[in-house]
């Protein structure tokens, strides 16, 4: 039986960790994670750090838009 989970960081789904032989692989479900797809993990706690650590790094809060809106 296979096991996985769901990764999210801010209400927001990152993407999925799949058990496997040798730990858990990141599938990414958005654009901001892509960098994580198909990376191994020993955890799926250590995917979600590594997700938060993403977030971080872009420098922005994760729920502020990307684009102003035209007035």
């Given at each position: 039986?296979?096991?996985?989970?769901?990764?999210?960081?801010?209400?927001?789904?990152?993407?999925?960790?799949?058990?496997?032989?040798?730990?858990?692989?990141?599938?990414?479900?958005?654009?901001?994670?892509?960098?994580?797809?198909?990376?191994?993990?020993?955890?799926?706690?250590?995917?979600?750090?590594?997700?938060?650590?993403?977030l971080?790094?872009?420098g922005?809060?994760?729920?502020?838009p990307?684009?102003?809106?035209?007035?």
């Amino acid at each position: 039986m296979s096991q996985a989970f769901i990764i999210e960081i801010e209400s927001r789904t990152a993407g999925i960790v799949a058990r496997d032989e040798r730990g858990f692989r990141f599938f990414s479900s958005e654009r901001a994670f892509d960098g994580l797809e198909g990376r191994q993990f020993r955890s799926a706690r250590d995917a979600e750090q590594a997700a938060r650590v993403v977030l971080r790094r872009r420098g922005r809060p994760f729920n502020r838009p990307l684009f102003a809106a035209a007035l």
